[in-house]
């Protein structure tokens, strides 16, 4: 929602309105900075200046509290920012799978999602394309493991904490994810292709190129 500059200003904008004077001191940041940060917020509709003093929009503040009670409740520590790229030939076929897409995150048992959009498609020469903007915990590196196997997310930034510290056991489980499904990943393809080979053969078969002598 916000760069790392203006989420610190909404913060102590959150509980009241300040002046510019007041959200430098209490911020620590160069004077120059703030008024920088607050015009671009002013410009995307964040916050709103009443005489002197600057405030979040309502909207944006019942958002951030909304966040501040589901971190407190959340047991996961492990916070990341994903995008999910999709691409279809037809908008309302796109649409309907980020549709789908959004529905399976949400249902999705070790992630605490802090908030999920979908960006609007557009078209990119033959197809439409468009993306879901994912911030949520998730539960351990395994978990992480199976949401990138299975969703195939473009990026993943780890947002927090700076620090990430893991127990044996949990290595080892990561570890026995990964290769449980690379190994069936690769059956599944083995299966493919040998499927393949078959279905080339009967049609090879069928249209003569392969005979039998008696």
């Known amino acids: 929602m916000f760069p790392e500059n203006q989420k610190k200003i909404a913060l102590k904008l959150l509980s009241n309105s300040q002046t510019l004077d007041e959200l430098v001191e209490s911020t620590s940041f160069d004077k120059k900075v703030i008024e920088k940060e607050l015009r671009e917020m002013l410009k995307r509709k964040l916050v709103k200046k009443s005489e002197d003093r ?4 309502s909207k944006i503040a019942n958002e951030l509290n909304k966040r501040k009670a589901l971190q407190e409740v959340d047991p996961y520590e492990l916070r990341v920012q994903a995008f999910i790229e999709m691409q279809a030939i037809k908008k309302d076929l796109l649409e309907t799978y980020l549709g789908k897409l959004e529905e399976s995150l949400k249902k999705y048992e070790d992630i605490t999602i802090y908030s999920i959009s979908k960006e609007k498609p557009l078209k990119q020469g033959e197809y ?19 949401f990138m196997f ?20 949990d290595l080892q489980d990561a570890l026995m ?8 990943y690769t059956n599944y393809i083995a299966k493919l292709i040998k499927e393949k080979e078959i279905n080339d053969l009967d049609r090879k078969i069928s249209q003569g190129k392969i005979g039998f002598k008696p």
């Open 54 to 57: 600057y405030l979040l929009e």
């Open 150 to 169: 299975f969703y195939g997310p473009t990026s993943v930034e780890v947002i927090k904490p700076e620090k990430f510290e893991i127990k044996a056991d």
């Open 177 to 184: 994810t990964v290769s449980q499904m690379t190994q069936n």
């Open 128 to 146: 439409f394309s468009s993306f879901i903007d994912l911030n949520c915990t998730v539960k351990d590196l395994a978990a992480l493991i199976k």
